[in-house]
């Protein structure tokens, strides 16, 4: 009886501490996430990125060179993030072949999330970009209109799909591209998830401009889904719900 007892309590303090939230015979796999990284593993994103897509949350992330993807990584992957840094230098590195293994990925139904860097590359804007989504960059020539914390204005699907309540989310916004409808005929028109409801307007950008554009949008491409990120939410300020979110709509897990 005494022995009965005392396995009752532990189980109850196991309980109390969560052991038992999840049972390994219920546990779903993690989703496997690339984050894409050509620097000698000092960037801040994908540190930021890994510090949250974790295990326990349900994730197996890890980083990802352009070698790498060159050579056939994205084939053991659900999810590809391309975080922050120059859209134009992500291209580079990743050479034409990296280029079209990612359009390849996404279209056989992997996941591309992109943030700020990633967005300029995934839209249909520059000789350069992948041409993942239907999306052009509004006053590209103020593309360095400054940095700083802006307020996005979530739609009603927006406010459903990233988990978020309430329309209004303030996150870091670092010179990302204030992303418009695209006009390219053979790509479907994208979601909008949230637009700038603040801006910034240093460095000469003309006031106004950024207001209404859109932040977060997102799309199918062949069997695969998109979702760009003008704004930061993997900073350290977050709001990094709704970066874990996006990956899992990316997995199609939600």
């Known amino acids: 009886m005494v022995a009965m007892e005392v396995e009752l309590q532990q189980a109850r303090d196991a309980a109390i501490r969560g052991d038992f939230a999840v049972s390994s015979t219920t546990r779903e796999a993690p989703v496997r996430v690339a984050i894409y990284d050509h620097s000698p593993g000092t960037a801040n994103g994908p540190k930021n990125l890994l510090s949250f897509l974790t295990i326990n949350n349900g994730f197996d992330a890890r980083r990802v060179s352009p070698e790498d993807i060159r050579q056939g990584v994205l084939s053991d992957i659900d999810v ?5 840094g120059s859209g134009s230098s992500q291209a580079e590195h990743l050479k034409v072949e990296g280029r079209k293994a990612i359009c390849d990925f996404v279209d056989q139904g992997g996941g591309y999330v992109g943030i700020c860097a990633g967005s300029y590359l995934a839209s249909s804007h ?3 970009s992948l041409g993942l989504i239907n999306a052009r960059v509004w006053d590209r020539a103020h593309w360095a209109r400054g940095n700083g914390q802006v307020r996005m204005l979530l739609s009603e ?3 459903r799909a990233l988990a978020n309540e309430g329309k209004m989310l303030d996150v ?5 591209p204030l992303l418009i ?3 390219n005929p ?3 028109p994208y979601e909008v998830l949230a637009s700038y409801g603040t801006e910034i307007a240093t460095k000469g950008a003309p006031r106004t401009a950024m207001l209404g554009t859109h932040a977060i949008i997102r799309a199918s491409f062949g069997k695969g889904r998109v979702i760009c990120f003008s704004p930061h939410p993997e900073t350290k300020t977050g709001p990094n719900h709704i970066m874990s979110s996006s990956v899992l709509w990316a997995a199609d897990k939600k």
């Open 80 to 84: 590809l993030i391309m975080p922050g």
């Open 126 to 128: 520059y000789e350069w």
């Open 157 to 159: 699907t927006g406010q």
């Open 172 to 176: 870091y916004y670092g010179q990302g």
């Open 181 to 183: 409808p695209g006009n």
């Open 186 to 188: 053979h790509l479907p």
